[in-house]
């Protein structure tokens, strides 16, 4: 376990394990919903990725609606690759301002998840609760890949320009 913790970056701790404990916690101390199992690594893994999944929430549905209603200011992308080779720190500032969304978002997990689990006999049968929340989770997670991607062949296409000008 003490090796996993050591392979995992700040960014995981801070914008995926931090905030999932944070939400399972909250939740299970507000007894809402105990989320907590037996063993350890299985709690761990459990915060992760609740963690994980809520970070997307912010990244997905949050920053576009903040940047949307210009209460979030936002550069091009080229301009962040181009300003983070010149300065180191902005790649930093940038995982902080992402801890806080994330963080922002967690505690409004918390009243979402309240509201579903008081009100569970407004749906028909777990069933569709299960298909629904795994499908909502799966497209989550598609545009997260999606987005990731993005940033991904920027990248490449930003070195390229950067290679044919030396």
């Given amino acids: 376990m003490g090796e996993l913790i050591n392979k995992l970056s700040n960014y995981n701790i801070f914008n995926y394990l931090f905030p999932g404990v944070i939400i399972c916690y909250c939740l299970e ?5 105990n989320i907590f199992h037996k063993e350890i690594i299985v709690n761990a893994f459990i915060c992760y990725f609740v963690g994980l999944c809520v970070s997307r929430i ?21 301009k ?3 300003a983070s080779k010149v300065d180191n720190k902005i790649e930093l500032f940038s995982e902080i301002g992402n801890s ?7 505690f ?3 009243p979402i998840i309240n509201g579903f689990m ?16 795994f499908a909502l989770l799966s497209c989550l997670f598609l545009f997260s890949y999606k987005k990731q991607n993005s940033y991904v062949v920027k990248r490449i296409n930003n070195a390229l320009k950067n290679k044919d000008k030396k």
């Fill in 58 to 78: 912010s990244s997905l549905i949050i920053e576009p609606i903040l940047i949307k209603i210009k209460f979030l200011p936002r550069e091009d992308y080229k």
């Fill in 29 to 33: 101390k507000l007894n809402i919903y």
């Fill in 108 to 110: 409004l997990v918390i």
């Fill in 118 to 133: 008081v009100y569970p006999n407004e749906w028909q049968t777990n069933d569709y609760k299960i298909l629904i929340i």
């Fill in 100 to 106: 806080y969304r994330t963080l922002m978002i967690s």
């Fill in 80 to 82: 962040y690759i181009e």
